[in-house]
Nanobody
Framework: QVQLQESGPGLVKPSQTLSLTCTVSGGSITTSYYWSWIRQPPGKGLEWMGAIGYDGSTYYSPSLKSRTSISRDTSKNQFSLQLRSVTPEDTAMYYC????????WGQGTQVTVSS
């Protein structure tokens, strides 16, 4: 059974960088599959942000590409999200998932952008 767990600060100030990490258990991020970040702002739908593949390849939403980086630490079986220059519009529940159309989800972590 694959399990994903997000971690990171729940409050980020405007203009700073949002950093989240997803720890994966029950499967290796280097064996196969694509590992994504998805967010849901309050009252809005789900937004796919980007993904990192089993081979380290990265893919980003065009609307967020200029501000987003996804990386991984294979020794810890983790992958991470960095979102730069955040604004209050980046306030959302952030999820890490397996695949862009997910079959496994983390529980989600709320991130609020506020001064």
């Amino acid at each position: 059974q694959v399990q994903l767990q997000e971690s990171g600060p729940g409050l980020v100030k405007p203009s700073q960088t949002l950093s989240l990490t997803c720890t994966v258990s029950g499967g290796s991020i280097t064996t196969s599959y694509y590992w994504s970040w998805i967010r849901q702002p309050p009252g809005k739908g789900l937004e796919w942000m980007g993904a990192i593949g089993y081979d380290g390849s990265t893919y980003y939403s065009p609307s967020l590409k200029s501000r987003t980086s996804i990386s991984r630490d294979t020794s810890k079986n983790q992958f991470s999200l960095q979102l730069r220059s955040v604004t209050p519009e980046d306030t959302a529940m952030y999820y890490c998932t397996r695949h862009r159309v997910p079959d496994y989800w983390g529980q989600g972590t709320q991130v609020t952008v506020s001064s």
